[in-house]
């Protein structure tokens, strides 16, 4: 995306706003409240959609990446996108799910479902990426599985007892409005870092996601002036809000998207040796990037032998080189040592890559030393027929 383009749809966007603002009394002649449920369930479940996509990009990317931020992401994500089906299940007019469909349930998921998005997303822009030992996924999973849990059963159990958000006809209460201009200020913080963080480096990226807290933060400022839930400010609010999580797609997708091969990964494609980085997990060395000529020769695919243990990738030798891996791992000492595999002899190197005085992952290289070791050989076996065939001599003269 380019700055032109991410001001053109600022600008279509406000434009939208003041448009409606402007020519409200026209639009609601045209706009029929009896079709909104129906409206709102295709929009509520489009942002849904978006929100699982998000889960699974962080899914997937977090079996080669183990990324502070992708987990934060993938929680995060995870529990909006189960609040919002609560939300949009439990909407007035809706049919019957556990109880009946009210605009309190409702209004209550959907704050908390932008409490959670708001400040998780803004924890993930501001924190520093830390890489993490373990594999959390499915602990987050539960995590999340347990929090949706608890806001489901306070909302169900305690409906009565809530306080007051909405008053169907009049519009939202100061309480909902105050949720929702703290909401609108922690979307419009996320918006400037994102534009900080594109004015140091550039990345489209950055223009995704600002556009995409630009949309948020203009969604739940309409959410503080509708008087029913049903009204058109509340549809065009949910319009905002879905193009607010395309956006945070977008641009999470083209974070985790591979791009184009740079020259130096296009020389270590070629190489004749290999490099690879691998953790500790789960009390296992795990494999997160091979890449190399010498795995080609050996009719290995490095694209996929990522998740592949150390000991399984050097069956000949795995106890020692897994020896050599703890010692790197627990000493944070550089090692090399000789290896051999499928009648290659290597000499491989490990390199502790540290974080805060403790060891988060190594990286190494291997190098295929079969040709030298040949040859000295040979040179060996030269050296040593001179010398027998003087003791043959020898003793045949005695």
Known sequence: ????????????????????????????????????????????????????????????????????????????????????LLHTLSFKGMPHFLTESSVAKATCFWVFARMVEAILMLAVLVMPDRRI???????????????????????????????????????????????????????????????????????????????????LFFSEMIFTVYQSV???????????????????????????????????????KKSPGAVFSFAKMDGQFVFSYLEGGLLRELGMKPGRMAGTQVEDLLPSSAGAVVDHCNDCWDSGDKHTFAAFLKERHLIISLSPVMQEGVVIEICGSATDVSAFVEKNSRHMDKRKKPANDKKEKLLRTL
Not at 39 to 47: M, N, P, T, Y
Not at 177 to 183: A, H
Not at 235 to 256: E, P
């Open 230 to 268: 049903f009204d058109l400010d509340n549809f065009s609010g949910h319009i905002f809000k879905v193009l607010g999580y395309y956006f945070i797609l977008k641009g999470i997708y083209y974070l985790l998207k591979p791009g184009k091969k740079t020259s130096a990964e296009s020389i270590v």
């Open 133 to 215: 030992r373990k594999d959390w996924r499915k602990p987050v999973l539960w995590a999340s599985i347990l929090l949706t849990s608890s806001i489901m059963a306070i909302v169900f159990i305690f409906e009565k007892s809530l306080p007051v958000l909405v008053v169907e006809g009049q519009g939202t209460t100061s309480l909902k409005n105050g949720l929702e201009y703290f909401i609108s200020f922690l979307h419009f913080l996320s918006l400037i870092v994102c534009l900080y963080h594109y004015y140091l480096e550039k990345s489209n990226v950055y223009l995704n996601l600002a556009l995409a807290f630009t949309f």
């Open 1 to 84: 995306m380019s700055e032109r383009r991410f001001l053109g749809y600022v600008l279509a966007a406000i434009m939208a706003l003041m448009g409606v603002h402007v020519f409200h009394p026209q639009l609601v002649k045209i706009y029929d409240p009896v079709n909104y449920v129906s409206f709102h369930a295709i929009l509520e479940f489009s942002s849904i959609f978006i929100s699982f996509m998000i889960v699974l990009f962080s899914w997937r990317a977090l079996k080669q990446n183990n990324s502070a931020k992708l987990l934060i992401l993938l929680f995060a994500f995870l529990t909006v996108g189960m609040v919002d």
